[in-house]
């Protein structure tokens, strides 16, 4: 059973997370910020990882606080529902277009946090969200998920596609990295765990 939920509450959030690996990429989310629901249904739909994500946030201070702790719980959801990550194929890759943008992410269950984003987004805000969030999110996921993940936006003129893709890419990268490798039955690493 690769699922985990877990609860972070702090005094700037309130945030419970809950997963399936192997769900059917249903998402059930209510973070308070619109553009960071759209995101999450990305990840969620092209993952094929059913994700609840409910939060309140500080969001009358601005949305910094709420995208990094939501980024945070989802990746201690993470490293929770791999487990000791036996079996799995560990590294996922995937290039996803929408329009003119494309983006390209890479990742690795590494158990070794490390972020690589190259995203030069053509304008500051999505509406209402400060594209910055975009990078303290995964940021937050990788660093409490122990994974490696490298994401780059290779095109895009609309900032819109840009996260998109960088999200549904990530996604499909993920997918790929917890499928379960029917040749492999132990830790894919020659140290012997990750």
């Given at each position: 059973?690769?699922?985990?939920?877990?609860?972070?509450?702090?005094?700037?959030?309130?945030?419970?997370?809950?997963?399936?690996?192997?769900?059917?990429?249903?998402?059930?989310?209510?973070?308070?910020?619109?553009?960071?629901?759209?995101?999450?249904?990305?990840?969620?739909?092209?993952?094929?990882?059913?994700?609840?994500?409910?939060?309140?946030?500080?969001?009358?201070?601005d949305?910094?606080?709420?995208?990094?702790?939501?980024?945070?719980?989802?990746?201690q959801?993470?490293s929770?529902a791999?487990?000791?990550?036996?079996?799995?194929?560990?590294?996922?890759?995937?290039?996803?277009?929408?329009?003119?943008?494309?983006?390209?992410?890479?990742?690795?269950?590494?158990?070794?946090?490390?972020?690589?984003?190259?995203?030069?987004?053509?304008?500051?805000?999505?509406?209402?969200?400060?594209?910055?969030?975009?990078?303290?999110?995964?940021?937050?996921?990788?660093?409490?998920?122990?994974?490696?993940?490298?994401?780059d936006?290779?095109r895009?003129?609309?900032?819109?596609?840009?996260?998109?893709?960088?999200?549904?890419?990530?996604?499909?990268?993920?997918?790929?990295?917890?499928?379960?490798?029917?040749?492999?039955?132990?830790?894919?690493?020659?140290?012997?765990?990750?």
């Amino acid at each position: 059973m690769r699922k985990a939920e877990v609860s972070r509450n702090t005094l700037e959030t309130r945030i419970t997370v809950r997963l399936d690996l192997d769900g059917t990429g249903a998402a059930k989310l209510d973070t308070g910020i619109g553009f960071l629901d759209h995101m999450l249904d990305q990840i969620a739909r092209h993952g094929m990882i059913d994700l609840d994500v409910q939060a309140k946030g500080d969001l009358h201070i601005d949305g910094h606080h709420t995208v990094e702790d939501i980024g945070i719980t989802i990746g201690q959801a993470l490293s929770q529902a791999l487990g000791d990550k036996k079996g799995l194929r560990r590294y996922g890759h995937a290039y996803v277009p929408l329009d003119e943008a494309l983006s390209r992410v890479v990742v690795d269950l590494s158990g070794r946090p490390g972020l690589v984003f190259e995203v030069p987004f053509t304008r500051s805000m999505i509406g209402e969200f400060d594209v910055d969030l975009v990078h303290e999110f995964f940021q937050g996921l990788v660093n409490h998920a122990f994974i490696t993940v490298q994401i780059d936006n290779l095109r895009g003129d609309n900032a819109h596609h840009q996260a998109e893709t960088a999200f549904k890419a990530f996604g499909r990268a993920l997918r790929m990295a917890v499928e379960a490798d029917p040749r492999f039955t132990g830790v894919p690493s020659t140290k012997g765990s990750l």
